[in-house]
Each structure stands twice: as structure tokens, then as C-alpha cells.
């Protein structure tokens, strides 16, 4: 398996346009989660997902932001509008069980910026 | 609210020698905890994952220990090199939470 595949690995746009970051899973694994990754705060949370539907969003930081699993293989996190404070690299990790045997696989993450 | 915190912050150490990079969390009940590494500009590598019910696992040069009623984990690396110098993470999983809560980390530098 090539392991969580994210797109775009970079991404810049201006302050106001809309940004859609892409994940694919691992074949077979339930669950999926995005993070995200400052300097000031590490990594964090946004949602995750089980069986295509999200669980847990409460690290959603504003309604700017959504994300959608439409089926097993394929993941959307969108920001509309992006702000500068966006500006960070998101990452994308599966799992078979939620983390609790094999933990997680982790994509090589978006590095976004807003100018 | 599960935390976890990674001390220290950095470290430096000369090639060669044995360290330890410490890892606590505030609420015991999880399910496991994982060891990543994250080379600069690059995604996180899973180095060791150390379930609830074990007390320690090893990886090569790598030795993770997990007590659980204390809230502590450590990694442990023997005769480091530079090719070591990366920054370690450290994460907890379980609960009611389903998901891993991430140290902010502790940024190796192994010096020739």
C-alpha cells in the first residue's frame, strides 16, 4: 500500500479564496483524522472520521472551515475563506481500529499558507 | 481534558551518548501511547507504540517504557548519531476521545 496519500503537498493562496485539502486512506482502514500543525499550538485535532461519518468535530475552529468523507477511500477539508492565521500544515492519518492496536499512519501533510 | 507535555523542549547532545526524552500525561485511561518522529518540512514517522497492558517496547537502538499509574512515559535511545536529530512526539490514545493528543514535542540535535 503507497500509505496516506495528501494533495497538494503545498498550497498557496490569497487571504479570501476558498482552499479544498485532499487525503486518501489506507485501503481497509474505518478510520480517518485531520490534524493540524503550528508552532504555537502542535499538533491539533479538527475531526475525525468513522466509517465515512464524522465523530468528532470539535476541533473544527470556525464554520470556515468543513470537511466531508463521501465514501471509504477519499477525504475533503475545505476553508472558506481562508485567513492567514490558516496558514499551517494539515495532516492527514487512518487507522484500523481508531488507534487503539496498530496506531496511526500519518500522510506527509499540506503545508498551507495565506497570504 | 487529557494534556500531555514533553520536557525538555530541545536538547543537544554530543554523538554517542545515551539519552532519554520524558513524556507525562494528566489522565491514565488510554488505550496506548505512540512515539512519532517528524524530520523538518516532513510528515510524522511512527517510531514505537507501547499499549496500555505493556510496560515497555524496543525498536533497534530505541526502548520505550509506559507507566501508566504515574502518567510518564520515556524514550530512551542509545549511542545516538545525527542521523538521530529530528523532533520527537509524543501521543496518547483512548478514552472516551477516540483520537491521539499530541505533546508539543522535543527537538533532538545530535552533534558529530
Redesign the interface.
Known sequence: DAGVIQSPRHEVTEMGQEVTLRCKPISGHDYLFWYRQTMMRGLELLIYFNNNVPIDDSGMPEDRFSAKMPNASFSTLKIQPSEPRDSAVYFCASDLTGGRNYGYTFGSGTRLTVV | KQEVTQIPAALSVPEGENLVLNCSFTDSAI??L?W?RQDP??????LL?I?SSQREQTSGRLNASLDKSSGRSTLYIAASQPGDSATY?C?V??GS?????????TKLSVKP
Open positions: 488505550y496506548n505512540q512519532f518540512g516532513k510528515g510524522l514517522t511512527s507504540l499499549q512526539l501521543a490514545g483512548g476521545q477516540g483520537n491521539l493528543i499530541f505533546g508539543k514535542g
